[in-house]
T-cell receptor
Framework: NAGVTQTPKFQVLKTGQSMTLQCAQD?????MYWYRQDPGMGLRLIYY???????DKGEVPNGYNVSRLNKREFSLRLESAAPSQTSVYFC?????????????FGPGTRLTVL | EDQVTQSPEALRLQEGESSSLNCSYT??????LFWYRQDPGKGPEFLFT???AGEEKEKERLKATLTKKESFLHITAPKPEDSATYLC????????????FGSGTKLNVKP
């Protein structure tokens, strides 16, 4: 089992460019998440999807869009990148209603916006 | 407002020097408190889940405890390979998918 995979691992964009971050999980989890991690601020939730076909805003959704393509895949899109979106992005999956409920994280995408 | 605070921000220990990391929280309706370990350049890796005050869990040199307002991660006789950032997160309220993370404690264990 690969767990949670993310592509790409690194990306450099210019202000105004767009890109899509890809995430896939093979654990048959219902819920998937996108977080950003900035120095000194911990992990902040951007969007989450509680099940296939549903998405909801988290703490910091502005400037992002998401798509839950199927149960395995959850993508994050930056339509017009800004320097403030320079960060490390983590995708995670879980079954939060079950005993345990811990999240499984991917390796991250390090994004720099110039 | 739901909040999770970790202290200290950074901790330097000598190998074998035991200590504790703190995670305090103010949330409504705690469902679970989670501890993760994060190595540089990698995603967080799950360590423990605690559900109710008084609960304790252990794994090798790590022991997590929970009270009504905070959790401690006790590290007994640490080794250099325990060096990492330790994150805590709480799951609270009616939405199972809302997790609130602290900013982490960066632990450095010197040989």
């Amino acid at each position: 089992n690969a767990g949670v995979t993310q592509t790409p691992k690194f990306q450099v964009l210019k202000t105004g460019q767009s890109m899509t971050l890809q995430c896939a999980q093979d654990m048959n989890h219902n819920s998937m998440y996108w977080y950003r991690q900035d120095p000194g601020m911990g992990l902040r939730l951007i969007y989450y999807s509680a099940s296939e076909g549903t998405t909801d805003k988290g703490e910091v959704p502005n400037g992002y869009n998401v798509s839950r393509l199927n149960k395995r895949e959850f993508s994050l899109r930056l339509e017009s990148a800004a320097p403030s979106q320079t960060s490390v992005y983590f995708c995670a999956s879980s079954d939060p209603g079950l005993a345990g409920g811990q999240q499984f994280f991917g390796p991250g995408t390090r994004l720099t916006v110039l | 407002e739901d909040q999770v605070t970790q202290s200290p921000e950074a901790l330097r220990l000598q190998e074998g020097e035991s200590s504790s990391l703190n995670c305090s929280y103010t949330v409504s309706g705690l469902r679970g408190l989670f501890w993760y370990r994060q190595d540089p350049g990698k995603g967080p890796e799950f360590l423990f889940t605690l559900y109710s005050a008084g609960e304790e869990k252990e794994k090798e040199r790590l022991k997590a405890t929970l009270t009504k307002k905070e959790s401690f991660l006790h590290i007994t006789a640490p080794k250099p390979e325990d060096s990492a950032t330790y994150l805590c997160a709480v799951q609270a309220g009616s939405n199972f998918n809302k997790f609130y993370f602290g900013s982490g404690t960066k632990l450095n264990v010197k040989p």
